[in-house]
């Protein structure tokens, strides 16, 4: 199954006619699936047509780096891109809403899940027990770049990890109120025109 399912090429009701809203839509997350979404997200920041980039997530996570990868992608971005979060958002799935640069929303009664770094690359790296070092650096920079985007500090993330026993599940209400979602609801569009994305 791809990560990118499609994508939707839409109009803003707040924008002219001719300015077209691509959305990428981000499921399972690895490298081949990151490369492709690198590929999209840059190919529109350079299309002159498009004035916004909608990244839809639902997602129970993935390669921990592969994620970083989407996340260097929007960021490197000129255009603002926004992301979405429908369903579930977890693990890599949560940094990719979270750290999205441009506006963030969540759907009413979708849910992020945020858990340590260490957890999540347990079974991806061989000898888990001699790469604490690695992976202590590899979740410094994800919080970093989730705490520069949300009202929490990192101490208190992985306060809140521990009282929740290293799973954090949070509401669309919560996330909102600890910043790691500007607006609760789904972006509104008046026109669209579905073109199946070139990932197999």
């Known amino acids: 199954m791809t990560a990118i399912k499609r994508t939707v090429v839409q109009k803003s009701s707040v924008q002219m006619d001719e300015e077209i809203m691509p959305i990428i839509w981000v499921n399972e997350i690895d490298m081949q699936e990151a490369q492709e979404f690198t590929k ?19 997602s129970y996570g993935g390669e921990t780096f592969a994620g970083l990868a989407i996340i ?12 979405v979060g429908m369903g579930i958002c977890a693990s890599s799935g949560a940094d990719i809403l979270i ?3 441009g506006k963030r929303y969540i759907a009413p009664n979708s849910y992020i899940h945020i858990h340590h770094t260490r957890s999540r690359m347990a079974e991806d790296l061989p000898g888990f027990e001699r790469t604490i070092k690695q992976l202590k650096q ?19 993330l992985k306060s809140k990890l521990k009282e929740e ?14 910043g ?18 070139e990932s197999e």
């Open 40 to 58: 999209q997200i840059l190919r529109y920041d350079s299309d002159p047509d498009v004035k916004e980039i909608f990244v839809y997530i639902s």
């Open 99 to 101: 750290c999205g640069p």
């Open 180 to 197: 790691f979602v500007d607006i609760i609801g789904l972006p509104r569009f008046v026109k669209s025109l579905v073109i199946e994305s």
């Open 165 to 178: 026993q290293k799973e954090w599940q949070i509401s669309a209400q919560s996330a909102q109120k600890y």
């Open 138 to 156: 590899v979740e410094d920079k994800i919080f970093k770049l989730m705490m520069g985007r949300s009202k929490i500090s990192t101490v208190d």
């Open 72 to 83: 260097e992608a929007m960021l490197a971005c000129r255009k603002p891109v926004n992301t």
